[in-house]
């Protein structure tokens, strides 16, 4: 995994995108936890599900089915308002998952672990990016707070950190030169 700062800050830089009126407390907090609830499955591990297993971590939890599940629940919980027929329905849904896929896509830049399995549970095969240049993050927060966990800051701020402000800077010139509609 990348560690849940390196989740955290890309779901922060993508809600910032959003310039619609909406709840951001709710928003912000909806999307940080759909960028880092995958890793909840190393749980699987205690149940006896093996790395390589499809359920196991990174398997279907990371996937992109498992993504569009997730932002149809938070859909269906947090913005019920949304009509099925409507655009904003699906403009939700399609936010969320992406939000839940990108967890997979900065796993799959990682530079450990096995691969992402992106398609499961139709195809379980771990995939990783060509780029793999993002430091792994120890599974367990206790190893965090450790020289590899600084070894993980650091190559997060690096791949992560510093493309995430540069969109950021790039949308609030954007923003000065057009503002957003209220
Ligand atoms: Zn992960």
Redesign the pocket.
């Given at each position: 995994?990348?560690s849940i700062f390196g989740?955290a800050a890309t779901a922060l830089t993508a809600t910032a995108l959003i310039k619609r009126k909406v709840n951001r407390t709710k928003l912000n907090i909806l999307a940080i936890f759909c960028a880092s609830i995958?890793?909840a499955?190393?749980l699987m591990f205690r149940f006896g599900f093996s790395y390589s297993h499809w359920l196991g971590?990174?398997g279907f939890?990371?996937s992109i089915f498992f993504a569009l599940f997730l932002a149809i629940l938070i859909k269906v919980i947090f913005y019920n308002k949304y009509k099925w027929s409507g655009r904003d329905c699906w403009l939700v849904i399609g936010f969320f998952s992406l939000m839940t896929i990108s967890?997979?896509v900065?796993?799959a830049m990682?530079t450990g672990?096995r691969g992402?399995a992106f398609f499961s549970p139709f195809d379980n095969t771990r995939h990783f990016l060509p780029w793999r240049v993002i430091q792994v993050s120890p599974l367990g927060a206790g190893r965090f707070f450790s020289e590899w966990g600084i070894a993980v800051l650091k190559s997060e701020f690096i791949f992560i950190g510093i493309p995430c402000l540069l969109i950021l800077a790039v949308n609030k010139v954007v923003n000065l030169i057009k503002p957003p509609v209220a």
């Open positions: 995994m990348a989740h995958p890793d499955d190393v971590h990174r939890f990371h967890h997979g900065l796993d990682t672990g992402i």
